[in-house]
C-alpha cells in the first residue's frame, strides 16, 4: 500500500440498537431522578448534542413533560490547548436556563479518557452550580487517565487504545451507527 491509510469499519451498533440504547438511558435517569422535574439535559459539541435532544425528546414522550436542554462548547476548557498548533474553532455554548438547583446530566457520544468529562465540568461549573451532574453516554471504550466514570452507558465497548470507536449520527448526514474503526496496516 503505497503510503494510503487504509481503514476498516466494523458496526457495532445499528440504527435500533443505538434506539433501544438511548430508550433505556432514557428510563434510568427518570428511574433515578424520580422523573424529570429538576432535571436538565447538556450535550457537549458535536455528537453530545444531538444524541441529548434524542434523550429530550424521548423523555418526554415517557412523561408527557418537557425538559430543558442546553449545548455546551468545551474547546477553551481542554487541557491541551497549548499542545495544539491549530487555532481552535470555538462553537456555541447555549444553556438558556439557570443550572444552579438543577441536576445536570451532561451527554457525550463516546466516553475514552475522561478529558472531555472534565473539561466539560469546568465549563458547567462557570454558569452555576448544579445540585448534582451525572454523565450519560452512548458508547464508554475505556482507558480511561481520569477518575471519571458514567451514570448511564448505551454500550460498553473494550478497545485497543489505537483504535477508534466513532458515532455516525442521521442529523451530520450519516447513517445511524458505532463503528470501530482500524487502520488496514494492522489487520494485515
Do not use: W
Not at 500500500?1 to 458496526?11: A, C, I, K, P, Y
Not at 442546553?70 to 477553551?76: F, K, Q, V
Not at 498548533?85 to 438558556?96: E, G, N, S
Not at 472534565?118 to 477518575?147: C, F, N, S
Amino acid at each position: 500500500m503505497s503510503g494510503t491509510n487504509h481503514r476498516h469499519e466494523s458496526v457495532i451498533m445499528d440504527r435500533y440498537e443505538m434506539t433501544r440504547a438511548l430508550t433505556r438511558i432514557a428510563h434510568e435517569i427518570l428511574e433515578r431522578n424520580r422523573g424529570c422535574h429538576d432535571v436538565g439535559l447538556v450535550g457537549i459539541r458535536t455528537g453530545g448534542v444531538y444524541l441529548a435532544q434524542r434523550l429530550k425528546q424521548l423523555i418526554s414522550q415517557i412523561e408527557q413533560t418537557d425538559v430543558v436542554l442546553g449545548e455546551l462548547d468545551i474547546t477553551l476548557y481542554r487541557d491541551d490547548l497549548a499542545l495544539r498548533k491549530d487555532q481552535p474553532v470555538l462553537k456555541k455554548t447555549d444553556i438558556p436556563f439557570h443550572i444552579s438547583d438543577l441536576k445536570i446530566i451532561l451527554v457525550d457520544d463516546v466516553l475514552f479518557t475522561g478529558r472531555t468529562i472534565r473539561a466539560a465540568m469546568d465549563g458547567l461549573m462557570d454558569l452555576g452550580r448544579p445540585v448534582e451532574i451525572q454523565l450519560a453516554v452512548l458508547v464508554d471504550r475505556g482507558h480511561r487517565q481520569l477518575p471519571i466514570r458514567a451514570n448511564y452507558v448505551g454500550k460498553n465497548i473494550p478497545t485497543a487504545k489505537d483504535e477508534n470507536i466513532r458515532v455516525f449520527l442521521e442529523e451530520l448526514g450519516e447513517e445511524d451507527r458505532v463503528s470501530k474503526l482500524i487502520d488496514a496496516e494492522r489487520t494485515a
